[in-house]
């Protein structure tokens, strides 16, 4: 995944793009970087950011950058924001997206203008250069942008920061966000909508699906208008978006009190645990919601240890990540103990965290573990953001079990019935998965309830990881 925040102001920008960077650290762990123009010219500063906060390593840079306009990025991907010099002029550029047709694409380039790329370590060639490059085919920026956003297959965010302002453009569904804040003397936008909050700003315009505005210090000039149809990703309130933050008017807390409670309203008189309880961090709210809405007490029978443990998705390697979630939740035993536990986490991917997490619980004592994901079972890797690190669908745990009873040959169809909850398929392969994971009872959010706690036309909601459905 990856977030980024812009600043155009009539003075010194670099602190507030500094603190509005890191607010975005919940969505990347591996680069960070800052981008800045003023009197003396362009100034980049990139890190890598997998042991240490954003914070740490870039305290140094600001003290040294100096500028009225920035950009910069959390990654976890590319070395970004980049700087470019070419026949549009000089301009940084940064990207939160995917792009799936990306051979296709670098073959357009070869063909047509006999480009040429920097090759990363990983042998792969930086997709914000892809796209600064594909920019450049066109008579100008704003050209370049339409031109990128028509031939992206999957999803493409971008800044571009020339030296007279920025240009902001929200993807051509908006399957990612896309802000700006306003305060005396300097407008931002930023990826999240909580970023510029405590900086000053006040929201100022929400960018739509395919909407390019152009930010300077006086204002915002609306380039490209939004287009109607709109498939913003339904998880980044499931899991991804800090609790503060909120998409198209709906804020994430909010959305998951309300998850939890219809979780809460499903089960009805069914099971009668002692307490409730949120896989930290993203699950709490979900659980909060549960707990108000069934009357079961709210505890926490672990808790996170945040000092020094990252959010345990981000390291590539499957072993570590599934180290890092063992080693930072510490069991309450006190709360554990001879006790009925219903345990809510944003959802379910390959199963073998919530699984440690599970044993654990039983080896501290506890009774019984009903567990309720916030969301459906995930039946497709995503195809438009890259917030997964799965390798093959066939890792998603929900696949495994349909594999086990239906080989490798699925049908579409067959596919269907396992994610429709009314159907004989989808009970089976909820069974298959309880009784793998040994929780006690297992029911996951329906589809038809998550689109209900979101509360936006389901028609403008991306459900694709769940349904299949583009």
Not at 432 to 437: A, F, L
Request: proline share 4%; charged share 25%.
């Amino acid at each position: 995944m990856g977030g980024f925040f812009g600043v155009a102001s009539k003075n010194d920008c670099v602190l507030e793009l500094f603190y509005g960077v890191d607010y975005h650290s919940h969505l990347g762990t591996r680069r960070g970087g800052m981008a800045t123009y003023g009197k003396a010219g362009f100034n980049r500063a990139i890190h890598n950011i997998e042991n240490s906060p954003f914070r740490t390593k870039f305290d140094r840079d600001v003290s040294e950058m100096k500028g009225h306009l920035g950009i910069g990025c959390i990654s976890d991907f590319e070395p970004q924001p980049l700087l470019i010099q070419s026949h549009l002029g000089s301009f940084a550029v940064t990207t939160v997206g995917k792009v799936n047709n990306y051979e296709e694409l670098l073959n357009r380039l070869y063909n047509n203008a006999r480009s040429h790329f920097q090759e990363m370590t990983n042998g792969q060639i930086n997709v914000t250069e892809l796209v600064a490059a594909l920019i450049c085919e066109k008579d100008s920026i704003l050209e370049g942008i339409k031109y990128v956003q028509e031939l992206v297959d999957g999803s493409m965010t971008m800044l571009v920061m020339t030296k007279e302002g920025i240009y902001a453009a929200r993807d051509r569904y908006g399957r990612t966000p896309l802000v700006v804040g306003h305060k005396t003397d300097a407008y931002c936008v930023s990826f999240e909508s909580h970023a510029y909050i405590n900086l000053g700003y006040t929201d100022y315009k929400v960018l739509g699906p395919a909407e390019v505005v152009y930010v300077t210090p006086e204002g915002v000039e609306v380039l490209c208008k939004p287009q109607e149809e709109m498939k913003i990703c339904s998880f980044l309130w499931v899991y991804y978006g800090y609790p503060t933050s909120s998409y198209e008017g709906v804020n994430v807390e909010e959305m998951r009190y309300k998850c939890g409670s219809m979780l809460a309203k499903r089960d009805g008189n069914s099971v009668r645990p002692d307490i409730v309880a949120g896989v930290p961090d993203s699950g709490i709210a979900h659980a909060i919601g549960y707990a108000n809405e069934s009357g079961i007490p709210y505890a926490r029978p672990f808790i996170k240890y945040t000092p020094t443990w990252p959010r345990s998705f981000m390291p590539t390697n499957q072993s570590q990540r599934n180290l890092i979630a063992r080693m930072k939740l510490i069991p309450v035993h006190a709360l554990i103990e001879n006790k009925k536990l219903l345990l809510i986490d944003d959802s379910i991917v390959r199963g073998t965290q919530l699984r440690e997490t599970t044993e654990f619980l039983y080896q501290s004592g506890a009774k019984e573990v009903h567990v309720r994901p916030a969301c459906p079972p995930i039946m497709y890797g995503c195809k438009y953001l890259n917030f997964s690190r799965s390798k093959s669908e066939m890792e998603l745990i929900a696949r495994q079990m349909i594999k086990k009873r239906e080989g490798d040959d699925v049908s579409k169809e067959v596919l269907e019935e396992y994610s429709n909850p009314c159907t004989c398929r989808y009970a089976q392969m909820i069974e298959d998965i309880r009784k793998q994971q040994n929780f006690t009872t297992l029911r996951y959010h329906r589809l038809d309830d998550l689109l209900t706690s979101i509360g936006i036309e389901p028609c403008k909601v991306c459900t694709y990881c769940f349904d299949g459905k583009e």
